[in-house]
């Protein structure tokens, strides 16, 4: 199976600290999109890519989160200076293209003490 | 008010009924719906993508779309306890890359 793999799948880590997630999407998908879920709701977008460019970005990623994909392959997003608030699911996804649905990874799971 | 409404149950139905789902939405941009399936710890598996009003139909999943009444609905045929998860409803413009989800509807098909 090629589908989207995020690592790690589970971070624990404690108020403060700095973390780093990364995805690697489908082998030949050029879109990349990160999402945040928290219990009980649905994934709430963070940040779009296209190859290596970062094309939309959300009002929630804050001063604090900042994603790369340095060479249009794989991406990753770091938390400096976490929070409680901080603590979500993070899901990847990709697509092929314009109009292409979005496939997800199983996410990091985030847990902040 | 939220761009994109959906109940999040639970829904309990015995196995073998037919489920729906729904959804409704406000912005009349969305061109592109989407249903995706949860499962526990889990990310979303896509199992519906449509675009435009109307009907799509993939085994026992059917997807309606009505852009007038901006409604969407998920309807599960001969629903199996493997069908037990979390059901997203998902929506995009096409211009921008976002995605917006629903809740989340929980659902739990019993033996």
């Known amino acids: 199976d090629t589908g989207v793999s995020q690592d790690p799948r589970h971070k624990i880590t404690k108020r403060g600290q700095n973390v780093t997630f990364r995805c690697d999407p489908i082998s030949e998908h050029n879109r990349l999109y990160w999402y945040r879920q928290t219990l009980g709701q649905g994934p709430e977008f963070l940040t779009y890519?296209?190859?290596?460019?970062?094309?939309?970005k959300s009002r929630l990623l804050s001063d604090r989160f900042s994603a790369e994909r340095p060479k249009g392959s794989f991406s990753t997003l770091e938390i400096q200076r976490t929070e409680q608030g901080d603590s979500a699911m993070y899901l990847c996804?990709?697509?092929?293209?314009?109009?292409?649905?979005?496939?997800f990874g199983d996410g990091t799971r985030l847990s902040i003490l | 008010q939220k761009e994109v409404e959906q109940d999040p149950g639970p829904l309990s139905v015995p196995e073998g009924a037919i489920v729906s789902l729904n959804c409704t939405y406000s912005n009349s941009a969305f061109q592109y719906f989407m249903w995706y399936r949860q499962y526990s710890r889990k990310g979303p598996e896509l199992l519906m993508y449509t675009y435009s009003s109307g009907n799509k139909e993939d085994g026992r999943f059917t997807a309606q779309v009505d852009k007038s009444s901006k409604y969407i609905s998920l309807f599960i045929r001969d629903s199996q306890p493997s069908d037990s998860a979390t059901y997203l409803c998902a929506m995009n413009s096409g211009v921008y890359q976002k995605v917006t989800f629903g809740t989340g509807t929980k659902l739990q098909v019993i033996p």
């Open positions: 890519f296209q190859n290596e460019a970062q094309l939309e």
């Open positions: 996804a990709s697509s092929l293209a314009q109009g292409q649905p979005q496939h």
